[in-house]
């Protein structure tokens, strides 16, 4: 099924009607592309579709969607009686999702990090599939642990706490395989009584 939402818009006084399942406003349109909100403002403004204009209701600026990306279809241009509320059509979505990685790359990365993420990109289209984002940092760290977790982070237009989290998650996945490598045997068996352990460390002692 397929849900709409109207909108007035103030400036123009007509109502705007939009497919909430497929428009989405910049926070879920990042969310998608599992890049944090700030990177995809940084995109769409490289690409020609984000600037800043003030917003009389909030009296402060705000990223908003450029006129002509509205008239191509690329999104919608909402100001809603909260302030604004723009929204990214499929198409606008795609164009965003097809430019990224060119786009992130444009950011001060050194070679080091664009050599990785070449290669991970390379691993992705050998198995014809893609790793996400936790798939991404952890594959990255075991090929390439020598990567700056701050140049990793921007190359993958995610924040270094997120980075962090992944990281620390892999070393504890780590120490647990450890420890259950080197631990005694018998911490890995089910013995079927209390006193079955006693027994057979007794008998074979």
Request: glycine residues 6%; contains cysteine.
């Amino acid at each position: 099924m397929e849900y709409k939402k109207k909108y007035t818009d103030l400036e123009t006084g007509e109502v705007v009607t939009i497919s909430i399942g497929d428009h989405l406003p910049f926070s879920e349109v990042a969310s998608k592309l599992q890049i944090s909100r700030s990177t995809l403002i940084k995109v769409m403004s490289e690409l020609g579709l984000c600037h800043k204009e003030y917003d009389p209701v909030a009296l402060a600026y705000r990223n908003r969607l450029v006129p002509e990306a509205a008239e191509k279809g690329l999104g919608f241009r909402i100001l809603g009686q909260h302030g604004p509320f723009d929204v990214l059509s499929p198409i606008g979505i795609e164009y965003v999702q097809e430019n990224l990685p060119e786009m992130l790359e444009k950011t001060s990365l050194d070679k080091a990090t664009r050599d990785a993420l070449a290669a991970v990109r390379d691993y992705e289209q050998k198995r014809r599939t893609s790793l996400n984002t936790e798939g991404k940092v952890t594959w990255l760290l075991d090929y390439f642990p020598d990567l700056e977790l701050t140049q990793l982070a921007a190359g993958l237009g995610i924040s270094r706490q997120v980075v962090h989290r992944y990281k620390k998650k892999k070393e504890d996945q780590l120490k647990r395989a450890l420890r259950r490598r080197t631990a005694p045997l018998n911490e890995f068996l089910d013995w079927p009584c209390d006193h079955a352990q006693d027994w057979a460390e007794r008998d074979f002692a």
